[in-house]
């Protein structure tokens, strides 16, 4: 039994390196500020490093979540929202690691465009947090019709929401992505 079981462990030790995820794009450099304290708002975060924010439903995500709750009468019901006020997100325990990230496809199914099979480091800034109204107005239920993957909002889904500057060396997509994450020590 012990010997029969062992190629397989080993075989599923090998497989679970890495996650997989989705990604969408923010500029940081205009943003003014992120969730992670000690850490500044620029999508460049030295040593050949992007930023990145983590979404708080994300099976990455470890600490509690960001602190909010959803309330539809926040949203003005075409996708966007009256009152924007985001919640704090103090407990975030990703705060400054880093994940070496790669395309694995369009999230969009755009049919021109490829990945570029280059992988880059991104360090964990800032927050996506699911009970953010510029997060939920957008899905369907407040009258939004962005994709949930899309806006941090799809439990079990592994959300980056990476630096726009970091766009190109993924892909020639114009649109968000499929990616493949693996944990790694800063460089
Ligand atoms: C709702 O907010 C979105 C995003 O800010 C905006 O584009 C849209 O015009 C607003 N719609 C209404 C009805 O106010």
């Given at each position: 039994m012990f010997f029969a079981a062992l190629p397989f462990l080993l075989a599923s030790a090998l497989l679970a390196k890495g996650d997989s995820g989705v990604t969408t794009f923010n500029d940081y450099d205009s943003?003014?500020?992120?969730?992670?304290?000690?850490?500044?708002?620029?999508?460049d975060q030295g040593n050949g490093i992007y930023a990145a924010a983590l979404g708080d439903l994300s099976p990455l995500w470890t600490g509690p979540k960001c602190a909010g709750s959803i309330d539809g009468s926040k949203c003005n019901g075409s996708g966007g929202c009256n009152d924007c006020t985001g919640p704090s997100c103090a407990g975030e325990g990703q705060c400054g690691l880093c994940f070496s990230i790669s395309c694995a496809s369009s999230l969009d199914g755009e049919t021109s465009g490829s990945c570029s099979g280059q992988s880059i480091v991104v360090k964990v800034i800032d927050a996506c947090p699911s009970e953010h109204p510029e997060n939920y107005c957008k899905t369907s239920q407040f009258g939004g019709n962005i994709n949930p993957k899309e806006c941090c909002e799809a439990p079990g889904v592994n959300a980056f929401d990476i630096a726009t500057s970091a766009r190109s060396a993924l892909s020639s997509y114009q649109g968000n992505l499929n990616i493949n994450i693996e944990s790694i020590s800063c460089p």
């Open positions: 943003q003014g500020g992120v969730a992670c304290s000690g850490f500044g708002s620029s999508n």
